[in-house]
């Protein structure tokens, strides 16, 4: 004897239907939020990456333009970081809509809002990505350029 609550589980919804709208609006909010979060890293980076040569060449203390490397690396491992979820999260709303147009998706979908895909993999196509790389590896030849000119002129 099958039980109403499994019944109601496993009833396909339209793509209609208020809650499958939602649970597609959530999805978007998680992405928009995760792209915000990379976006952000870059907008932190410039700044604090600035603060660190300013003081050191105003306290003439050249050394420590190498500490400029740490907020880069970190900047850099969060953005990747924020992509690879933002793609593992537009897998999962990419899944949800492909089981809508289906006519698959179910009450059991409601609000799962799983990342989906391999992490490994995604971790390295954001970290070889055109949104990280060309702005971290910018900034890191900026750096050594400076630092370049810098100790070369007061050696």
């Keep these: 004897m099958t039980n109403q609550t499994d019944l109601t589980t496993h009833e396909q919804l339209s793509h209609s239907d ?9 999805y978007q909010t998680i992405i928009t939020r995760m792209a915000g979060n990379s976006a952000a890293c870059k907008q932190w980076c410039i700044p604090l990456v600035t603060a660190i040569l300013v003081f050191a060449v105003k306290e003439k203390t050249y050394q420590l333009i190498w500490l400029t490397l740490i907020p880069v690396l970190i900047c850099y491992c969060l953005d990747a970081y924020y992509l690879m979820l933002e793609n593992r999260f537009r897998a999962g709303f990419n899944q949800a809509a492909s089981k809508i147009a289906q006519q698959t998706f179910t009450r059991a979908d409601l609000f799962n809002l799983s990342p989906t895909g391999c992490k490994r993999q995604l971790w390295f196509k954001a970290l070889t990505s055109f949104a990280t790389w060309p702005v971290y590896l910018g900034l890191l030849a900026l750096l ?3 630092a370049y000119k810098l ?3 007061h050696i």
């Design 18 to 26: 208020g809650a499958v709208i939602k649970t597609m609006e959530m």
């Design 144 to 146: 050594l350029l400076v």
């Design 151 to 153: 100790t070369s002129c």
